[in-house]
């Protein structure tokens, strides 16, 4: 029986939304123990990722400037790859080895489902061993 990232992907996300106050978001990275989350709008389409290395950005550049300022929007990345949730998991290693993502939002029918990291590949894989 072939595995898809659909079985082994977090589903239960912590989002931001682009317009939340970026302190806010650092915080909840922070708090939640988190590397990373998706950015939903309104509608709950994924319009972007804000990472801890996107926090990382904020906190150096505000040594020169007044304060941890800004929204989601003006810190997350947009144009977000992500991976389909039929993709057999064997095949999505590939994705993880060429890019230097940790996490792809995952997919179904153009609705955000869910989350896969590298370390959900891994423990995939190595249960196989």
């Known amino acids: ?43 709950g389409q994924l319009v972007g990722i804000l990472s801890r290395k996107d926090c990382l950005r904020v906190a150096f550049s505000s040594r020169y400037h007044d304060g941890w300022d800004g929204q989601v929007r003006d810190h997350m990345v947009t144009g977000v790859k992500t991976l389909d949730a039929s993709l057999d998991i064997v095949d999505a290693v590939q994705f993880f080895l060429d890019a230097t993502y940790r996490r792809f939002p995952v997919m179904r029918d153009g609705e955000l489902v869910g989350l896969v990291s590298r370390h959900d590949i891994l423990v995939a894989l190595s249960n196989n061993l």
């Not at 079985?7 to 988190?34: C, G, S």
């Open 1 to 43: 029986m072939t595995r898809t990232i659909a079985d082994i992907m977090t589903t239960e996300l912590v989002t931001f939304h682009p317009d939340q106050n970026i302190n806010q978001a650092i915080y909840t990275l922070l708090e939640k123990r988190i590397s990373g989350a998706p950015v939903v709008d309104d509608a």
